[in-house]
Nanobody, 118 residues
Framework: QVQLVESGGGLVQAGDSLRLSCVAS????????MGWFRQAPGKEREFVAD????????SYADSVKGRFTISRDNAKNTMYLQMSSLKPEDTAVYYC???????????WGQGTQVTVSS
């Protein structure tokens, strides 16, 4: 089992950048596929990006491709989401998640709020 804690959210203006972090407890962080998801008010939670256990493989939602970069540092048990050229529609609570079987994300953090003003 792994416990996840996100940080780095905040209030920014459109066009700004922000980096989110997700720190995992446990010694098996490197065995998990990790992902970022977000949920805007009144909307379903949606996939943002994910990264394989080694970091060699990443995938992104079309809405963030070219603006967001996911990465991980297994030595620090930490995953990151670098967000650039932020838009008001990126406003949401961002969650990190871990999967130990394909993309079956079973472990979730508590979320961090990102608000982008126009």
């Amino acid at each position: 089992q792994v416990q996840l804690v996100e940080s780095g959210g905040g209030l920014v203006q459109a066009g700004d950048s922000l980096r989110l972090s997700c720190v995992a407890s446990g010694r098996t962080f490197s065995s998990y596929r990790m992902g970022w998801f977000r949920q805007a008010p009144g909307k379903e939670r949606e996939f943002v990006a994910d990264i394989s256990w080694s970091g060699a493989s990443t995938s992104y939602a079309d809405s963030v491709k070219g603006r967001f970069t996911i990465s991980r540092d297994n030595a620090k048990n930490t995953m990151y989401l670098q967000m650039s050229s932020l838009k008001p529609e990126d406003t949401a609570v961002y969650y990190c998640a871990a999967a130990n079987n394909g993309r079956d994300y079973r472990y979730w953090g508590q979320g961090t709020q990102v608000t982008v003003s126009s």
